[in-house]
């Protein structure tokens, strides 16, 4: 188990494919730590490897994480849709704004009496 | 997590040298096949999920999913090895690479998920700006509908007055021959009644009974069909002089008047010598009309 705690210790350090082989260790990403969920469970690994009464403390922090996760995504705006499918929208958006404005400039400065020419 | 699962993987954790350890055993070979079809499965979600356009929420509660039961796995795979030996050495890595591959999916996802709320708040701004233009637009629509409407009637109008000049053109009268009319109807008093006429006097600016009874219809009976030297008796009436015994007497009368002023009669024809008709007024008539051709000066 300890070789497995460094592993995943690695791995939070890292974030990236573990090797149990792997010599060298990358500096810490730190900008996504927020939304994950590698350091408590590394802290659960541990809780379990020292026999620590805390484990049923972190578990419970595990569960309420992905709870709260799942609350969190569920309020999150504009995520019903592909970032794709977003991106034409707001694509489709703005030239409809644009349409608009030239539609408006066009017909204010339009000149409305065309004086017909006489026959 | 339902509350089953739970409780087993409270139990499991705090297997260690207990009763419950042949109890996680059979559980955790009973479960060994879900769980190997479930990483199955999320090994070939890996490969699929890029080419999927699901929507990024529920490519995050998928990936949330893939966590909880990854970790879940795991979890229990740490309470087994502490009481006996893992049926396969290698799995337990497996479990930790998707793991942390899920967990570094979930981060990017909830990134994207981050810049996709500030892309919505651009859109809505943008939906709010579409609505105030589509406003103007129906406001310069109902503007424009109103000025053509007006214009239109306008132009309506003023083709109705062209039509009626251009008719009033065609059929013109010349102001000489308005004029003279005018005078003689207004000479005979038919619209106004004579300077010295004061209340007694008779006269009528409609024909009175006496007039009606010496003129034709008055004489119908008495008179042949084609009158006394071509003449009917009315024509003495229409020349302008009644027979002495209908002429009445009034003290406001001269002697010019029983000549020349008649109760009114209402003749169409130009040719007749109005009553009231004296110097004064063919003088007049003389000076309105420059028409060489009037008939001012017509009498009988």
């Keep these: 188990m300890t070789l497995f705690t460094h592993g995943l210790r690695r791995a939070l350090m890292t974030q990236q494919p573990l ?21 408590i469970i590394h802290d659960i690994i541990k809780c379990m490897d020292r026999d620590s009464p805390d484990v049923h403390q972190e578990l419970n922090k595990l569960k309420t994480k992905i709870q709260e996760a799942r609350e969190q995504i569920s309020g999150l705006p504009g995520v019903d849709m592909s970032l794709a499918l977003q991106e034409s929208k707001l694509r489709m958006l703005r030239e409809q704004v644009q349409t608009k404005n030239q539609l408006l400039q066009k017909y204010k400065s339009l000149c409305m009496f065309d004086i017909p020419k006489p026959s | 997590m339902n509350t089953t699962d739970d409780i087993l993987w ?181 619209v106004c009644a004579p300077l010295n006429w004061v209340p007694g006097d008779p006269r009528r600016p409609y024909p009175t009974d006496l007039e009606m009874r010496s003129g034709i219809l008055g004489n119908m009976s008495n008179m042949p069909t084609n009158g006394v030297n071509g003449h009917l008796p009315g024509d003495a009436l229409a020349a302008g002089r009644l027979p002495d015994i209908l002429t009445p007497q009034y003290p406001w009368q001269s002697a010019d008047v ?10 169409n024809d130009f040719g007749l010598e109005p009553p009231g008709h004296n110097k004064e007024n063919e003088d007049d008539v003389e000076a309105m009309s420059t028409d060489s051709s009037s008939s001012s000066s017509d009498s009988d």
């Design chain 2, 10 to 190: 409270r139990a499991m954790v705090y297997c260690g040298p207990s009763a419950n350890r042949r109890h996680c055993r059979t559980l955790s070979s009973a479960r060994y096949c879900s769980r190997t079809r479930t990483r199955t499965r999320l090994r070939g979600e890996t490969v699929m999920a890029a080419a999927a356009e699901k929507p990024t929420k529920d490519k995050l509660l998928s990936t949330l999913d893939d966590i909880e039961v990854l970790s879940r796995e795991l979890i229990e795979m740490l309470a087994l090895s502490r009481t006996q030996k893992l049926p396969q050495p290698g799995e337990d890595t497996d479990i930790l690479e998707l793991l942390v591959q899920r967990d570094r999916e979930f981060q990017e996802l909830m990134q994207t998920a981050l810049e996709q709320g500030r892309v919505q708040q651009e859109m809505q701004a943008l939906e709010k700006e579409v609505e105030k233009r589509d406003s103007d637009i129906q406001q310069l629509q109902k503007q424009l509908k109103e000025a053509e409407h007006i214009l239109a009637t306008a132009v309506y109008q003023a083709k109705e007055k062209l039509k009626s000049i251009e008719k009033a053109r065609k059929g013109s009268i010349s102001s000489e021959e308005i004029i003279k009319y005018a005078h003689r109807i207004s000479a005979s008093n038919a």
């Design chain 2, 258 to 267: 029983s000549m020349g002023i008649l109760p009114p009669h209402h003749g």
């Design chain 1, 19 to 39: 090797d149990v082989n792997m010599a060298t260790a990358e500096p810490v990403v730190e900008e996504a730590e927020d939304y994950s969920f590698l350091p």
